[in-house]
């Protein structure tokens, strides 16, 4: 800037902009700076993110899920207000990394907390349904840029949706899950029977019969993968399908992109196609299993990338390829995150489930960080060469996906010394009668009863009644 400013003599303070969008680069007067100044708000962002999901990962699974997401959504607001506040561009990029590090936790163990609260048949639908706000909020971002043009009043969009999500999570229980495993007797009966209240159930609390929960130092503690080598392999194995699904989803994002058309309705009509295609791989998931659903998107997007090394253009900014992407990307990669949440969700006991689903998330960032840099090298070698490694990738990710255990059926473990070893809990061998939502089937059916068991305190055992109405989970 100082070169232009010497030749022409203008001054910065007699610059104009051309139209009224207010950005960050305008309001700071970034245009002219080093480049490192203009790359240092995804610098900051971005290991604000890490941070903060291996901080909520341990939070949530030591104190609780609703006392986490609720102290980070808080966060979320202070520090968004204090970026639409801001007076300078080091003032904006500090806050955008508290902003990172509160919404980076929440995005895993808000969804995690969703998905205690419902049983195995009904959880792939739940996630369908919470991904289509997702979807909504894809498709509202760019819109609200496109017509607000005024980048202070986005920050304060965020500062309103993180007070309105505090205060309901005010009204919302805790994890029944996390209350068995870490022996809170109380507040579990106060939370199940509000459940009962809210569902309009005939259940009767008193005639819960509860077993004890083993004293156990597991909450938070993910080194304990470390304990046996095949539990440790189906964690690395999980590791690598959430790396996968984020390289392979932002790939295809980033060849998007480079549709014809203003990037702001590019964005919001992609948010929109991946809603239907989340609802069916609920659907596909529900019937299949897990797995099964894992391998059909899998070779969706093989498919896809082998289609695409055709290239036929069929007018201005499209051909064959882009269009391929898009279709590998919504109907591939997208709902691959489903089914990724939902298998490790099941896999993992619920005394590390949190600090495990976000150590997955965290490697999963550098999948999403990776492709812009990928997809660079291949092309100097070749301009299809980065279809052929989603290809490798991907034949490697159903090798991985056979070893996985399939959870569709089983019932959530408290802690891993109840569930055994990962590597063991195949569907056949499901025999635990230690959860919430688990009704034994073995019940007699001539007077329409099953038998309810749940986990409790040692030091206050209940041997009450046991016969509830079939179906009425809590």
């Not at 929440?106 to 969703?114: C, E, I, S, Y």
């Not at 369908?128 to 496109?146: E, H, K, R």
Request: aromatic share 10%.
């Amino acid at each position: 800037s100082s070169g232009i400013n010497a030749e022409y003599g203008v001054s910065r303070d007699t610059w104009t902009w051309e139209n009224k969008h207010r950005s960050i680069v305008s309001e700071f007067e970034l245009q002219c700076e080093p480049m490192y100044r203009n790359l240092a708000s995804a610098v900051f962002f971005v290991p604000g993110m890490a941070l903060g999901l291996v901080v909520a990962g341990y939070l949530s699974d030591k104190v609780g899920r609703k006392k986490t997401n609720v102290v980070l959504m808080m966060g979320s607001a202070v520090s968004a207000c204090g970026m639409a506040l801001s007076t300078s561009f080091e003032m904006w990029l500090a806050f955008q990394a508290a902003l990172g590090f509160t919404l980076g936790g929440t995005m895993v163990t808000r969804v995690l907390w969703m998905l205690e609260f419902v049983t195995e048949s009904m959880r792939p639908y739940a996630s369908a349904i919470s991904a289509q706000f997702f979807c909504v909020g894809t498709a509202l971002v760019p819109l609200a840029d496109y017509y607000l043009q005024d980048w202070r009043m986005l920050d304060f969009i965020i500062v309103i949706y993180s007070v309105l999500c505090v205060l309901m999570m005010f009204w919302l229980p805790e994890s029944p899950h996390w209350l068995v495993t870490n022996n809170k007797t109380k507040e579990l009966h106060r939370t199940m029977q509000r459940l009962i209240d809210i569902n309009r159930s005939k259940l009767d609390l008193r005639d819960i019969k509860i077993i004890p929960v083993p004293k156990h130092k597991e909450s938070g503690n993910i080194c304990i993968i470390f304990s046996d080598l095949r539990t440790l392999a189906i964690v690395l194995g999980l590791v690598y399908q959430w790396f996968l699904t984020s390289f392979l989803y932002y790939g295809f994002f980033n060849m998007i992109g480079t549709l014809a058309g203003t990037p702001h309705w590019n964005m919001a009509i992609m948010g929109i196609m991946e809603g239907p295609c989340l609802i069916v791989a609920g659907l596909v998931t529900t019937k299949l299993g897990r797995k099964r659903t894992m391998y059909s998107l899998l070779l969706i997007v093989i498919a896809t990338c082998l289609l695409s090394l055709l290239n036929y253009p069929i007018s201005t900014g499209w051909d064959l390829r882009r269009i391929f992407s898009l279709i590998g990307s919504k109907a591939g990669s997208g709902p691959m995150f489903l089914v990724v949440y939902i298998l490790t969700l099941e896999v993992m006991p619920t005394s590390i489930r949190s600090i495990g689903m976000c150590t997955c998330s965290l490697i999963a960032r550098l999948g999403a960080a990776s492709p812009p840099f990928f997809l660079d090298l291949c092309r100097q070698y070749s301009p299809n060469l980065h279809y052929m490694v989603y290809v490798g990738m991907c034949a490697v990710g159903l090798l991985v996906a056979y070893f996985l255990p399939e959870t569709k059926g089983e019932t959530l473990k408290q802690t891993l010394a109840e569930g055994g070893n990962l590597a063991r809990r195949t569907l056949p061998d499901v025999a635990s009668t230690q959860t919430i939502n688990k009704t034994d089937t073995v019940a007699d059916k001539s007077s329409d009863q099953n038998n309810c068991e749940i986990q409790i305190d040692q030091d206050q055992p209940h041997t009450l009644g046991n016969t509830v109405d079939p179906g009425q989970q809590v």
